[in-house]
Nanobody, 126 residues
Framework: QVQLVESGGGLVQAGGSLRLSCAASTRAATFYAMAWFRQAPGKEREFVAAISGSGGSTYYADSVKGRCSISRDNAKNLVYLEMRNLKPEDTAVYYC???????????????????WGQGTQVTVSE
C-alpha cells in the first residue's frame, strides 16, 4: 500500500514555469514506476509523463514533449514534474500515480495505475 500526496500547484501566467512534487508514504515506491496524469473539467483523465523505478527511463505524452521533465529522488521518496512554457490548455488537476513494476512505458493509461494521489490544481492564465 502506497499513499501519494501532490503539492506545488497554483496559478501561473502563460509562458511561465512550475514544479510539482509528489511524496510517497513508503520507500517501497522505489520499486514502482511513477507517472503524472491530468484532468481538465469535462475531459477524461490523460497521461502526461512517466518515469521508471530507477529514474533511468522517462516517457512523455506528445502534448508536453519538450516542455515537461519528470524526475525522482528515491532517497527522499519524491517525484517531480517540471513544466515550462505553460499554456492555457495545460490547466487541469494534476495527479501523481504509481504502478507496481518498474517499466515507464506501461503506465500511460488510467487502467495501468495501482495508486493515485488526490490531485493538485494548475491554472494557466492568458
Amino acid at each position: 500500500q502506497v499513499q501519494l500526496v501532490e503539492s506545488g500547484g497554483g496559478l501561473v501566467q502563460a509562458g511561465g514555469s512550475l514544479r510539482l512534487s509528489c511524496a510517497a508514504s513508503t520507500r517501497a515506491a522505489t520499486f514502482y514506476a511513477m507517472a503524472w496524469f491530468r484532468q481538465a473539467p469535462g475531459k477524461e483523465r490523460e497521461f502526461v509523463a512517466a518515469i521508471s523505478g530507477s529514474g533511468g527511463s522517462t516517457y512523455y505524452a506528445d502534448s508536453v514533449k519538450g516542455r515537461c521533465s519528470i524526475s525522482r529522488d528515491n532517497a527522499k521518496n519524491l517525484v517531480y514534474l517540471e513544466m515550462r512554457n505553460l499554456k492555457p490548455e495545460d490547466t487541469a488537476v494534476y495527479y501523481c500515480a504509481a504502478r507496481r513494476g518498474s517499466t515507464a512505458v506501461t503506465i500511460t493509461h488510467t487502467q495501468d495505475i495501482d495508486y493515485w494521489g488526490q490531485g493538485t490544481q494548475v491554472t494557466v492564465s492568458e
